[in-house]
Nanobody
């Protein structure tokens, strides 16, 4: 099991930027594929971005392609989500998640992830 703590959320105007961080502890970070998910009020949790164990491969949902960038620093046991050109529809609680599966590509289904952080609120005003 790995413990995950997100930070970096907040209130930002449309067109602005935020960088979310997710610090991991407990087990070897490089064992895990990492993902970011979000859940808007009244909606189901949805996949945002994923990154493989080395950081060489990333995947994004179409809604954030070209605006968000996922990265990881294995020396700091941290995964990041850089969010640019934010829109009001990006407003949600953002969660990071860890998947220990022996795969090379991050999963997009939440059911594949073993451990979750507590979430951080991102609010984008129009």
């Amino acid at each position: 099991q790995v413990q995950l703590v997100e930070s970096g959320g907040g209130l930002v105007q449309a067109g602005g930027s935020l960088r979310l961080s997710c610090a991991a502890s407990g087990r070897t970070f490089t064992r895990y594929l990492m993902g970011w998910f979000r859940q808007a009020s009244g909606k189901e949790r949805e996949f945002v971005a994923g990154i493989n164990k080395s950081g060489s491969g990333t995947i994004y949902t179409d809604a954030v392609k070209g605006r968000f960038t996922i990265s990881r620093d294995n020396s700091k046991n941290t995964v990041y989500l850089q969010m640019n050109s934010l829109k009001p529809q990006d407003t949600a609680v953002y969660y990071c998640a860890a998947d220990s599966a022996p795969l090379f590509v991050a999963a997009t289904r939440s059911q594949e992830y073993d451990d979750w952080g507590q979430g951080t609120q991102v609010t984008v005003s129009s």
